[in-house]
């Protein structure tokens, strides 16, 4: 089994920026695709971005590109997230996740994922 553990997320005035975190424990050598979803009050939850083993593919929202940024360590077991240019409509909780599935091909669907983190609460004031 694999735990995923977000830190990082709270309040900020839009226009700010904020970093999350994810530290991944226990069966992490097959990690493939790691990344983060997020899901608004009333709203579905939605892919924000995913990164590959390598690093070498990487994926973005229409609505996080050029604003949000994802990296991986692979030594340390970590995936971050760097969100500059925060607006309002980017409060949600947000969800580190994690595939063992050896293939980007579905890298926005939810259904890629085997392991959810519990989320982290991200809020951006106007």
């Known amino acids: 089994q694999v735990q995923l553990v977000e830190s990082g997320g709270g309040l900020v005035q839009a226009g700010g920026s904020l970093r999350l975190s994810c530290a991944a424990s226990?069966?992490?050598?097959?990690?493939?695709?790691m990344g983060w979803f997020r899901q608004a009050p009333e709203k579905d939850r939605e892919f924000v971005t995913g990164?590959?083993?390598?690093?070498?593919?990487?994926y973005y929202a229409d609505s996080v590109k050029g604003r949000f940024t994802i990296s991986r360590d692979n030594t340390k077991n970590t995936v971050d997230l760097q969100m500059n240019s925060l607006k309002p409509e980017d409060t949600a909780v947000y969800y580190c996740?994690?595939?063992?599935?050896?293939?980007?091909?579905?890298?926005?669907?939810?259904?890629?994922?085997?392991?959810w983190g519990q989320g982290t609460q991200v809020t951006v004031s106007s």
């Open positions: 996740v994690a595939s063992t599935v050896p293939s980007t091909s579905q890298a926005m669907s939810r259904l890629q994922y085997d392991y």
């Open positions: 990164i590959n083993w390598s690093g070498g593919r990487i």
């Open positions: 226990g069966r992490t050598f097959n990690l493939y695709t």
